[in-house]
């Protein structure tokens, strides 16, 4: 089956510094993949829409300075949280949709990110 | 906005009960529903789906049901047992094949389902 890897699978950084995030699809190739965030007992909210080769999609409300996206590959898409802060403490997921199958998506296992 | 909601937050259940999590949906221009299992610290696992021209699809020992006159989703677990203890998310597809929000999830705001032995 399709699989989603995400790393580090959680992280602990000092607020000010950066932290980069990865996610790839392992078996399939994923020109669209999509970043979430999730606070504790909350659900998923859709951060921003990741398409390999362009630009990233953001939603609305979320600071696309601060929170870098790269997909550079088909397989790999970056999510990298500048100048971190104790509230940007949370747990990010991926997911990654097939290219050939429309509307199939696969998600990561998580990371959890806590800034001190 | 458009949002998908859920009407009960916690579920609790014996073992070897029927579970049934409900949802509501805002969007009626969403096409497709996905029902989301997450245990705590992981992702969330694809359970069953359902596309809006179906109302109901069953899997091993889930069904899911779709009400588009009142834009309801259900899902209904047979025989709960203990691993099925877990919080449980529908999403919604937003909007249809080829338009601007087509691929992106909308999240329910979950239910947590305990399933007693």
């Known amino acids: 089956g399709a699989v989603v890897s995400q790393h580090p699978s959680w992280v602990i950084c000092k607020s000010g510094t950066s932290v980069k995030i990865e996610c790839r699809s392992l078996d399939f190739q994923a020109t669209t993949m999509f970043w979430y965030r999730q606070f504790p007992k909350q659900s998923l909210m859709l951060m921003a829409t990741?398409?390999?080769?362009?630009?990233?999609?953001?939603e609305q409300g979320v600071e696309k300075d601060k929170f870098l996206i790269n997909h550079a590959s088909l397989t790999l898409s970056t999510l990298t949280v500048t100048s971190a802060h104790p509230e940007d403490s949370s747990f990010y997921i991926c997911s990654a949709r097939d290219s050939r199958l429309a509307g199939e998506q696969y998600f990561g296992p998580g990371t959890r990110l806590t800034v001190t | 906005g458009e949002s998908v909601g859920l009407h009960l937050p916690t579920l609790s259940v014996q073992e070897g009960d029927n579970s049934i999590i409900n949802c509501a949906y805002s969007n009626s221009a969403s096409d497709y529903f996905i029902w989301y299992k997450q245990e705590s610290g992981k992702g969330p696992q694809f359970i069953i789906d359902i596309r809006s021209n179906m109302d109901k699809r069953q899997g091993q020992r889930v069904t899911v049901l779709l009400n588009k006159t009142v834009k309801h989703l259900s899902l209904q677990i047979a025989a709960t047992q203990p691993g099925d203890s877990a919080v449980y998310f529908c999403?919604?597809?937003?909007?249809?094949?080829?338009?601007?929000?087509?691929?992106?999830?909308?999240f329910g705001q979950g239910t947590i389902l305990t399933v007693h032995p």
């Open positions: 999403a919604e597809n937003g909007g249809k094949a080829g338009g601007t929000s087509y691929g992106k999830l909308t």
């Open positions: 990741s398409n390999e080769g362009s630009k990233a999609t953001y």
